[in-house]
């Protein structure tokens, strides 16, 4: 089993930035992949960003191409999203999600089938 504890969620003006940050504990050695998923209301839940934990490699959705930043730090098994340049469409709650699956694309990391645990969320709101 992988816990996931997300934090750094609230509210921020448009055009300013925040860090969400998920915490991994447990068995985090299975761990391939971390992903970023967000959910607003009345909304399907939506890919948003993911890392490779071996190497890093990382892949965004084109809405947040540019804007966001996904790292991660191995010796704290923590994953973060720099939001940068926020729009109230960023609005949403954002769930982190580890994949204990090796895919050869990264690609298939941005679908949520492909992810075998998650957080409980963090509500992100850009408004003024």
């Known amino acids: 089993q992988v816990q996931l504890v997300e934090s750094g969620g609230g509210l921020v003006q448009p055009g300013g930035s925040l860090r969400v940050s998920c915490a991994a504990s447990?068995?985090?050695?299975?761990?391939?992949?971390m992903g970023w998923f967000r959910q607003a209301p009345g909304k399907e839940r939506e890919f948003v960003a993911a890392?490779?934990?071996?190497?890093?490699?990382?892949y965004y959705a084109d809405s947040v191409k540019g804007r966001f930043t996904i790292s991660r730090d191995i010796a704290k098994n923590t994953v973060h999203l720099q939001m940068n340049s926020l729009k109230p469409e960023d609005t949403a709650v954002y769930y982190c999600?580890?994949?204990?699956?090796?895919?050869?694309?990264?690609?298939?990391?941005?679908?949520?089938?492909?992810?075998?645990?998650w957080g409980q969320g963090t509500q992100v709101t850009v408004s003024s």
């Open positions: 999600a580890a994949g204990v699956r090796e895919l050869y694309y990264i690609e298939r990391y941005a679908v949520r089938g492909s992810y075998d645990y």
């Open positions: 447990g068995r985090t050695f299975r761990t391939y992949a």
């Open positions: 890392i490779r934990w071996s190497g890093g490699n990382t």
